[in-house]
């Protein structure tokens, strides 16, 4: 592929490309342990990322001027049902540069190699309780959560998951769609949802409260507005049970999740084809 250059924040001019190297995978390694900082068992080594990238797998560094790894995406070739397509594992920035542009720079730089090899899907799994994470998979690169997966991983060793279930949405990144080419470009087609779960505070934290269940659509659901400040505490574990049933519930009734806006998840049953043609 070529290598996509582009400007972020506070930060000269920035180059996605493949690792040239045995030492460059090695770089994209010590962004993964700067990042979450996993166990030795948790942690996708330099030479599995190099079988990947030489047999069909897409894995991409965002190297700065000096050479220096700032973030980096990981996909491998997938099934399911009959359709090929890759799946996304890791995509991540070093903490000092998040927030700055990388990652979109990174998942553009991946749908365009998808697209080159003639792949027009991509999936992978997030956190739908990271807000942060919701907003960029959902509202900016337009991915559609199709499943709820409740403790995906199991117990995770990492810094960023020790100590919280692992559930996760699956979402599904149509490559040529409309809806994808509009988020990409900033252009939203809003859904007004309604909430069917909502918060209040308890001794200076949020938690959830339920509203009755209904069959409204679109409907929101509510997330706490950060995560890591319920790390430790019931209140999380409350959210964990909550999101889960929700999501659960709507999801099995073939509700999927096409936008993130003010802490809400919102979910509409209309078709597939229709979402992405919006």
Sequence with gaps: MNALKGKVQHNPVIEIRRPKNQEEFKKLVKVQIRTWNPSVTDAVGHRIMKAIDDNGGIVLGA???KGDALGYSLAFLAEENGKIFFYSHH???VPEMQGKGIGFLLKLAQREEALRRGIDLIK???DPLR???SHFNIRKLGAVGVRFLRDYYGEMSDEINRGMRSDRMKVEWHLRSRRVENRLKGIYRDLDGVEVLGSCLQGGLEVPVRFEISEY?????????DLEKLRGRRELEIWRDEVAYLMEHYMGLGYIDVDFRDNYHILTRRSM???LSS
């Design 273 to 275: 084809e229709e979402v």
């Design 217 to 225: 659509d679109p409907i929101k659901i509510k997330i706490p507005e």
């Design 63 to 65: 190297f700065d001027e």
């Design 124 to 126: 992978w799994t997030f």
């Design 91 to 93: 995509t991540a920035v």
């Design 131 to 133: 807000s942060v994470n």
